[in-house]
């Protein structure tokens, strides 16, 4: 059985840092695509930074270089080093994986969460002004 239990999230003022992690465990291969996506209330769930089993990285627009994903492959587990916050990156954040090739990352793109099988069950980061 596949997991991801999320850790870290929490309340910061506009410029601070947060660090997300996700250890994943049940997979019977490390060739799997991850990714971090956040939902706001009243908005859709969007991409934030996806990366695959060779390490290429991609991220959303509106993080890039701010936000830098991660993986550690002897833990098996995700991170999201988040820098120079803002109160527009409030949200619920969800680590996401899949045990798939993951060749729009490569392309610079996050990908929507229908890609993706696996779901941590989320942390709040919330950034005040």
């Known amino acids: 059985q596949v997991q991801l239990v999320q850790s870290g999230g929490g309340s910061v003022q506009a410029g601070g840092s947060l660090r997300l992690s996700c250890p994943v465990s049940?997979?019977?291969?490390?060739?799997?695509?991850m990714a971090w996506f956040r939902q706001a209330p009243g908005k859709e769930r969007e991409g934030v930074a996806g990366?695959?089993?060779?390490?290429?990285?991609s991220y959303a627009d509106s993080v890039k270089g701010r936000f830098t994903i991660s993986k550690d492959n002897a833990k098996d587990e995700l991170y999201l080093q988040m820098t120079s916050l803002k109160p527009e990156d409030t949200a619920m954040y969800y680590c996401?994986?899949?045990?798939?090739?993951?060749?729009?990352?490569?392309?610079?793109?996050?990908?929507?969460?229908?890609?993706?099988?696996?779901w941590g069950q989320g942390t709040q980061v919330t950034v005040s002004s």
């Open positions: 990366i695959d089993s060779d390490g290429s990285t």
């Open positions: 996401a994986a899949d045990l798939m090739k993951c060749p729009w990352i490569e392309g610079g793109l996050v990908g929507p969460p229908e890609l993706y099988n696996d």
């Open positions: 049940g997979y019977t291969s490390r060739s799997y695509c």
